[in-house]
Nanobody, 126 residues
Framework: QVQLVESGGGLVPAGGSLRLACAAS????????MGWFRQGPGEERELLAA????????YYKDFVKGPFTISRDNSKNTAYLQMNTLKPEDTAAYYC???????????????????WGQGTQVTVSS
C-alpha cells in the first residue's frame, strides 16, 4: 500500500532552519505531484508548496516564497521542504501529500491530494 512518511520536524528557535523529508513507497513516485501542507491548532490545513512529478513546476503560497523551498529526488522517492528563517507563527503540524499528476500541478485544496503522511510537528520558539 501507499505510505508517505515525514521526518525532520522538531523544536527550533526563531530564525532557525529545518529540512522536512517525505519518503514515499507503494507508488510510482514520479507520477505524483507532491505538496506540503500545514495545520495549526484550530486552523484549516493549507498548502504551502507543491512540485510536479517531473519537478518542472513548483508552487508556493505567497508568504513562504523565499524562506521555503520545495524539491524532490525521484531516484530516492523523497520530497523535501527546506524552511529557513522560521518564525513562531510557523509552529504547526506539517504534512506531505501526493496527487496523481506527473506534469503540472493540482489545485491548492487538500481534497485534490490522494495520499497523506501522518504529519510531523514543527515548533518554533520565540
Amino acid at each position: 500500500q501507499v505510505q508517505l512518511v515525514e521526518s525532520g520536524g522538531g523544536l527550533v528557535p526563531a530564525g532557525g532552519s529545518l529540512r522536512l523529508a517525505c519518503a514515499a513507497s507503494g507508488l510510482t513516485f514520479s507520477n505524483f505531484a507532491m505538496g506540503w501542507f500545514r495545520q495549526g491548532p484550530g486552523e484549516e490545513r493549507e498548502l504551502l508548496a507543491a512540485i510536479s512529478g517531473d519537478g518542472v513546476y513548483v508552487y508556493y503560497k505567497d508568504f513562504v516564497k523565499g524562506p521555503f523551498t520545495i524539491s524532490r529526488d525521484n531516484s530516492k522517492n523523497t520530497a523535501y521542504l527546506q524552511m529557513n528563517t522560521l518564525k513562531p507563527e510557523d509552529t504547526a503540524a506539517y504534512y506531505c501529500a501526493a496527487a496523481p499528476r506527473r506534469m503540472g500541478l493540482p489545485g491548492p485544496r487538500a481534497y485534490e491530494y490522494e495520499y497523506w503522511g501522518q504529519g510531523t510537528q514543527v515548533t518554533v520558539s520565540s
